[in-house]
């Protein structure tokens, strides 16, 4: 597959402060590529650099096979969707949309042309004559996106485009960007903070933390195997318990869990014997009523609507999190009672701490 974007080794320091550190990646074309962390983990930064807003202070960055770390903004064959969309009050939509082809000299009759056309993607072609101020935020949230196709740039850049909409409306946009970057074929880097967010759209997900990239993958690879602590706990909820890795072999671990229960698991490349930490999802355990896996004393059940939490403690005082399907058919252990829980098998991740 086509590279679009190969990021290497890229630097970025703020006076003494380094923002990005050594970040190498490579985005493929047409993909939906996600970078996704907490704040300050350097994802907008390294998105501002892709755009040319920061320059680098050293590394590359290749554009289908251009290096154009030096190149203006205005010179970069991209265009990015901020939070604010920046909509100019006193233009109709169709002019909003047309304003970049306007500034490139694009004559007026292929501009309304491919306003028309962007206006109709986004499914807003009865908007066109109307002000921004007369329409919702998600209106205005499609209308700043076809201003930033109608150009038809290789790259569009997202910086959190969702993050100003309501719950309901940020699923419901969630859909239309993932079809809207199918359609057009052009490749999306999509800045979040929202896990979620990340996974119901991204074709890859970079995971950031202190300025480093720690995993990248397709969503599910991301959420099944995590490559360490950082990534485990970020990515949704997990339960992160001690574990003694008693052998390795064959890319295999023999590892013992709290309370004696052996299991095998993945090895990590580079794992030793010995202290190290496993990732056991909410949802991959259940209550066992015979030969439990471990053994807990709940805490607190909570009612969440399509599923019901379990907050309990092993018997050495780790807390550990099971999430049941909510059903009649599960019989809800109170307060205080000692239970058995089963481990779905393959459901452990040994991580590096």
Same mark, same amino acid.
């Given at each position: 597959?086509?590279?679009?974007?190969?990021?290497?080794?890229?630097?970025?320091?703020?006076?003494?402060?380094? $923002?990005?550190?050594?970040?190498?990646?490579?985005?493929?074309?047409?993909?939906?590529?996600?970078?996704?962390?907490?704040?300050?983990?350097?994802?907008?930064?390294?998105?501002?650099?892709?755009?040319?807003?920061?320059?680098?202070?050293?590394?590359?960055?290749?554009?289908?096979? $251009?290096?154009?770390?030096?190149?203006?903004?205005?010179?970069?064959?991209?265009?990015?969707?901020?939070?604010?969309?920046?909509?100019?009050?006193?233009?109709?939509?169709?002019?909003?949309?047309?304003?970049?082809?306007?500034?490139?000299?694009?004559?007026?009759?292929?501009?309304?042309?491919?306003?028309?056309?962007?206006?109709?993607?986004?499914?807003?072609?009865?908007?066109?004559?109307?002000?921004?101020?007369?329409?919702?935020?998600?209106?205005?949230?499609?209308?700043?996106?076809?201003?930033?196709?109608?150009?038809?740039?290789?790259?569009?850049?997202?910086?959190?485009?969702?993050?100003?909409? =309501?719950?309901?409306?940020?699923?419901?946009?969630?859909?239309?960007?993932?079809?809207?970057?199918?359609?057009?074929?052009?490749?999306?880097?999509?800045?979040?903070?929202?896990?979620?967010?990340?996974?119901?759209?991204?074709?890859?997900?970079?995971?950031?933390?202190?300025?480093?990239?720690?995993?990248?993958?397709?969503?599910?690879?991301?959420?099944?195997?995590?490559?360490?602590?950082?990534?485990? =706990?970020?990515?949704?909820?997990?339960?992160?318990?001690?574990?003694?890795?008693?052998?390795?072999?064959?890319?295999?671990?023999?590892?013992?869990?709290?309370?004696?229960?052996?299991?095998?698991?993945?090895?990590?490349?580079?794992?030793?014997?010995?202290?190290?930490?496993?990732?056991?999802?909410?949802?991959?355990?259940?209550?066992?009523?015979? =030969?439990?896996?471990?053994?807990?004393?709940?805490?607190?059940?909570?009612?969440?609507?399509?599923?019901?939490?379990?907050? $309990?403690?092993?018997?050495?005082?780790?807390?550990?999190?099971?999430?049941?399907?909510?059903?009649?058919?599960?019989?809800?252990?109170?307060?205080?009672?000692?239970?058995?829980?089963?481990?779905?098998?393959?459901?452990?991740?040994?991580?590096? =701490?």
């Amino acid at each position: 597959m086509q590279q679009a974007i190969g990021i290497d080794r890229v630097v970025k320091r703020y006076g003494a402060f380094e $923002a990005l550190k050594g970040v190498s990646l490579s985005i493929a074309d047409n993909e939906f590529f996600t970078l996704l962390g907490p704040s300050g983990c350097g994802k907008t930064t390294l998105l501002r650099t892709i755009a040319g807003f920061e320059d680098v202070t050293a590394g590359e960055i290749v554009l289908y096979g $251009a290096n154009i770390a030096t190149l203006p903004p205005e010179k970069r064959p991209v265009n990015t969707v901020f939070q604010q969309y920046a909509l100019f009050p006193h233009m109709s939509v169709r002019d909003n949309v047309a304003f970049g082809l306007r500034m490139q000299g694009v004559p007026l009759t292929e501009r309304r042309s491919r306003a028309d056309e962007m206006l109709d993607l986004v499914h807003l072609s009865e908007f066109a004559e109307r002000l921004p101020a007369q329409l919702s935020g998600g209106q205005q949230q499609r209308v700043a996106l076809a201003r930033a196709l109608a150009p038809r740039p290789r790259v569009l850049l997202l910086d959190e485009p969702l993050s100003a909409l =309501d719950l309901k409306l940020r699923q419901a946009m969630r859909v239309e960007l993932k079809q809207l970057q199918e359609t057009t074929g052009i490749t999306f880097v999509f800045v979040t903070h929202d896990q979620e967010e990340a996974l119901a759209m991204s074709d890859r997900i970079a995971v950031m933390s202190n300025g480093q990239v720690q995993q990248v993958g397709d969503p599910r690879t991301i959420y099944e195997a995590p490559i360490n602590r950082f990534v485990a =706990d970020f990515i949704g909820e997990t339960n992160v318990l001690p574990a003694m890795v008693d052998s390795v072999s064959g890319g295999r671990a023999r590892v013992t869990l709290p309370g004696g229960h052996v299991l095998t698991t993945d090895a990590l490349e580079g794992l030793a014997p010995g202290a190290h930490h496993v990732s056991i999802r909410p949802e991959r355990l259940s209550l066992a009523t015979a =030969d439990a896996d471990l053994t807990a004393r709940v805490e607190r059940v909570i009612y969440l609507g399509t599923d019901l939490q379990l907050l $309990a403690r092993l018997d050495d005082g780790t807390p550990i999190v099971t999430r049941l399907q909510n059903s009649s058919r599960n019989e809800l252990p109170a307060a205080g009672t000692q239970v058995g829980l089963h481990v779905e098998a393959g459901a452990a991740r040994l991580l590096l =701490d």
